[in-house]
């Protein structure tokens, strides 16, 4: 029994990848024709999966603490306090024009 998998680019969402290396933990990287963008498909550190950016967001809203919000997103809380000032030094540009 065969099973195929089609695969899209994560930054251009393009079906036309190939196969770029296999990484020294093992993981398989691709490579984006159009775009040439590399990328893998499954990632070991949580902060780099998709979707955790935007619950660090959320989980802040929700008064939830830097330590908390690592905890329960299993990253380290330089990363969470790295992205609140992404997010922070993005809305303070809007607001100065």
């Known amino acids: ?21 296999i990484r020294p933990t093992g993981i398989q990287y691709w490579r984006c024709k159009d775009c040439r963008h590399n990328f893998q498909l499954d990632y ?4 780099r999966k998709a979707g955790i950016k935007e619950k660090i967001i959320e989980m ?13 997103l299993k990253i380290n809380k330089r990363t969470v306090i790295s992205e609140l000032r992404k997010k922070n030094d993005k809305t303070e540009s809007l607001f100065s024009i």
């Open 1 to 21: 029994m065969a099973h195929t998998q089609t695969i899209h680019c994560s930054k251009c969402s393009s079906s036309n990848i190939h196969k770029n290396g």
């Open 44 to 47: 070991i550190y949580n902060a």
């Open 60 to 72: 802040t809203l929700n008064s939830s603490g830097v330590r908390d919000i690592s905890r329960v």
